[in-house]
């Protein structure tokens, strides 16, 4: 079973422009979260998608966006990005806790590098 | 105030020999889960136990074991028999009942085992 899939896995962009960032989850999973990582924050929650819609929602500016397709597929996209943007982008796909643990099931992650 | 509370930055532990890392969280839900994660330098998050709130034995899996004391508020997590692979960063991760698929994550404890 294939797991989640990240693309790209590298991207190096300047301040301004924006940048789209890509997640498929393991097939059957309908929850995807995304994932902020840097050296002095952590892991910071972003948000979540389930079944094309937004569950819950971390604490970042509007600048920061996502959507879910109908396959479970989901994008996060970044607009004017700013130096402090750089971070491990993480995607992390689950099924429901309820008989499981509900475990996140996380990709390699995309790295962002803003110049 | 921080839902989840990590205080050892880094780590060292001889091979072969037991190593404990500490985790506290902060909750008022009464329903909520425990987790750990294990991230080696290429970057992927690897879920490796998980402890809820409800259950009464502390987990197990493998060479991992997680000492749950809820009066405590703390989820240490016990790897016995260390070895060179278990060099990585580990985080503890908390979800809420009441948030969904919102997962906290402590800032990590860097782990080195030395031969």
């Known amino acids: 079973k294939a797991g989640v899939t990240q693309t790209p896995r590298y991207l190096i962009k300047t301040r301004g422009q924006q940048v789209t960032l890509s997640c498929s989850p393991i097939s059957g999973h309908r929850s995807v979260s995304w994932y902020q990582q840097t050296p002095g924050q952590g892991l910071q929650f972003l948000f979540e998608?389930?079944?094309?819609?937004?569950?819950n929602k971390g604490n970042f500016p509007g600048r920061f966006s996502g959507r879910q397709f109908s396959n479970s597929r989901s994008e996060m996209n970044v607009s004017t990005l700013e130096l402090g943007d750089s971070a491990l982008y993480l995607c992390?796909?689950?099924?429901?806790?309820?008989?499981?643990?509900?475990?996140?099931?996380f990709g390699e992650g995309s790295r962002l590098t803003v110049l | 105030a921080q839902k989840i509370t990590q205080t050892q930055p880094g780590m060292f532990v001889q091979e072969k020999e037991a190593v404990t890392l500490d985790c506290t969280y902060d909750t008022s839900d009464q329903s909520y889960g425990l987790f750990w994660y294990k991230q080696p330098s290429s970057g992927e998050m690897i879920f490796l136990i998980y402890q809820g709130s409800y259950d009464e034995q502390n987990a197990t899996e493998g060479r991992y074991s997680l000492n749950f004391q809820k009066a405590r508020k703390s989820a240490n997590l016990v790897i016995s028999a260390s070895q060179l692979g278990d060099s990585a960063m580990y985080f503890c991760?908390?979800?809420?009942?009441?948030?969904?698929?919102?997962?906290?994550f402590g800032t990590g404890t860097s782990l080195t085992v030395i031969p």
């Open positions: 998608y389930f079944s094309e819609t937004q569950r």
């Open positions: 992390a796909s689950s099924l429901p806790a309820g008989k499981n643990t509900g475990e996140l099931f």
């Open positions: 991760a908390m979800r809420e009942g009441r948030t969904g698929n919102q997962f906290y």
